[in-house]
């Protein structure tokens, strides 16, 4: 029983998943330009130096492995979605095509077990297991996703906000006065099967983070992180590998988390706060509540941006629930003594890991892609020097593919609406306008329609100062077409000359010609203004004469 001088106890976290999933980007490979790059291609060819395998799923496998679950995940999304998800089946009667598969392709690795992590300096060892590391890859999309999932059981609600803050951390944010890295996990160990430590973060490496960055303008991938990527390498780092991937967003990866806990409704606004948010518990003391993180004028709408209440009740099947969204993250949080909470075919927790996994995911690769078209717009305009004809021909050839590339992924991944079901609509219009989806594609979509335009009208002008060149040059041709029209052909008289010297007279006349007309090419631009004096009526004939001598003694701008 409490006392009064005791604090009523937190409510526990029974069981705890966290879900990361960090959209990079991935540089072309040499010899795919122009072309539609696979890198899974090149993933599934390394064979055993490589940890990842491509996951066949449960819609191509063995149908014995197709549970309920995955048949609620499917009905969920309307159908255009469902080609993307899971390609397109082979119709029974009537079709003479093949089957699609769908364009994302998956691949995962069975090495890790489980990581375990020290949230802050002197905090207990936590050990999570890992539930999958897998790699999504999109057709005609330079994109890879990583995605991670780990899962705890009995946390204190303190170890739960701390972990959710620091773990997905791609680097250090920075070091306190005593060397120990801010933001991000005190310690971080992959482990295998049997406990061994596979790799470990180094982010306590204060001096080998700064260097990378004075030296090479670009962050340094903790050591963890690196080891999990691998054979994928940073596009700045010393290692060698045909698949090199660079950060497009923030360091934080985006993550989604399941709480279930014995007493949701003991939690304070100020923890609601904090893991909608995602704070961290704001070192406060496990067994004390908490001030707000942020100021109250700062947080007087936080429940209508950030929640979806529609289960926040006492009654129904998943009573106590409550779903936060802030676009980077989306939290929900339960009641662990619901079975439907809890249920892994039906409930909410396989809801969680199947439908609002793939709304989170379709919102975070659209986002990504939209950053990784601007960015290879401002990496064409870089590398362009208008002095440099190769430099030129370049840039309309990466302008030209990157236009037709946005519009594939117009058609084939840019939805509006995912599903009918009300939650996942909601909760993907959530994401959605905290991500700013919207404003971000119109953006990038008038950048490259603004290239595309300046690529049309460059190739007009081309064409218009060609047909003026072609106009000149036939204007004074015609002079010679006609004289020699008019005489016959029989100025000279040598049909009957011996051979020898009707060819000499060929050649002569054929190089003189030449000589002539490439020369009116060369002046064509001049000859052209002096066309369009001579045709204007209102100048005198000494302005058309000066003109006319203008053709040599004018300077061209």
């Known amino acids: ?16 998943r966290q879900v990361l999933l960090w959209p990079l980007r991935l540089m072309p490979v040499h010899g795919s330009e122009g072309q539609q790059a696979k890198p899974w291609q090149l993933l599934a060819e390394m064979g055993d130096k490589s940890p990842w395998r491509e996951v066949v799923d449960e819609f191509t496998g063995d149908s014995s492995s197709f549970h309920e679950r995955h048949y609620n995940e499917f ?9 993307f998800l899971y390609g397109e089946g082979l119709p029974k009667h009537g079709g003479n095509g093949t089957a699609q598969g769908s364009p994302m392709r998956v691949f995962r690795r069975h090495d890790i077990a489980a990581v375990r992590v020290v949230p802050r ?3 207990a060892p936590i050990t999570l ?11 005609d999309v330079d994109l890879v996703l990583l995605n991670v999932e780990v899962a705890a059981q009995s946390l204190t609600l303190v170890q739960a906000q701390e972990v959710l803050y620091r773990f997905g951390r791609a680097y250090p944010a920075g070091w306190d006065a005593d060397g120990n890295a801010q933001h991000c996990l005190a310690s971080a160990e992959w482990l295998d099967a049997q406990g061994h430590v596979l790799a470990a973060s180094d982010a306590h490496q204060r001096d080998a983070f700064m260097a990378h960055v004075s030296a090479r303008r670009a962050p340094r991938i903790a050591a963890h992180w690196d080891y999990v990527m691998q054979p994928l390498v940073g596009d700045h780092s010393d290692h060698e590998g045909p698949l090199r991937f660079r950060q497009i967003e923030y360091y934080r990866m985006p993550l989604m988390a399941y709480l279930a806990l014995d007493r949701p409704r003991d939690l304070s606004r100020s923890d609601f706060v904090r ?3 995602v704070t961290g518990s704001g070192g406060l003391d496990p067994a004390g509540g908490g001030a707000l993180p942020y100021g109250e004028q700062h947080l007087t709408d936080f429940e209508n941006k950030y929640c979806y209440d529609r289960f926040w009740a006492d009654g129904g099947t998943a009573p106590n629930t409550r779903y936060l969204c802030n676009g980077h993250a989306m939290v929900v949080v339960g009641d662990a003594a619901s079975q439907f909470y809890g249920c892994r075919d039906r409930g909410v927790l ?35 020097d208008i002095s440099d004809a190769a430099s030129v021909r370049q840039f309309k050839r990466a302008i030209r593919y990157g236009f037709g590339s946005f519009l594939r992924f117009t058609h084939r991944y840019w939805f509006h609406e995912l599903s009918e079901q009300a939650q996942v609509r909601a909760l993907f219009q959530m994401c959605s306008q905290h991500l700013g989806l919207d404003p971000l594609y119109a953006e990038v979509k008038e950048r490259i329609a603004e290239m595309n335009q300046y690529l049309e009208a460059d190739s ?19 002079i010679g077409t006609v004289t020699t029209g008019f005489l016959g ?27 002539l007309t490439v020369y009116t090419m060369v002046k064509s631009k001049r000859l052209s203004d002096f066309l369009d004096v001579l045709s204007d009526e209102r100048l005198s004939a000494w302005q058309k004469a000066k003109a006319l001598v203008g053709v040599w003694t004018r300077k061209d701008d």
Do not use: C
């Open 350 to 384: 396989a809801q969680f890991r199947h439908q609002h996994f793939l709304v989170f995911l379709i919102a975070h690769f659209q986002k990504a892609a939209l950053l990784m078209f601007s960015d290879r717009m401002a990496e064409a305009l870089k590398n362009l």
């Open 75 to 83: 009905v969920t999304f309307l159908p255009y979605v469902q080609r």
């Open 275 to 277: 893991l909608g948010l």
């Open 460 to 478: 007009l002008r081309r064409q218009a100062n060609t047909v003026v060149r072609l106009t000149v040059v036939t204007i004074f041709g015609l």
């Open 121 to 123: 300096p002197g905090d």
């Open 1 to 16: 029983m409490t006392t009064a001088t005791e604090a009523p106890a937190r409510p526990h976290v029974e069981h705890f």
């Open 129 to 139: 297991d890992t539930v999958h590391v897998d790699l999504y890859f999109f057709l």
């Open 489 to 515: 052909m029989n100025l000279l008289a040598e049909a009957d000359a011996p051979l020898d010297r009707r060819l000499w007279i060929f050649a002569i006349t054929f190089i003189l010609t030449t000589v």
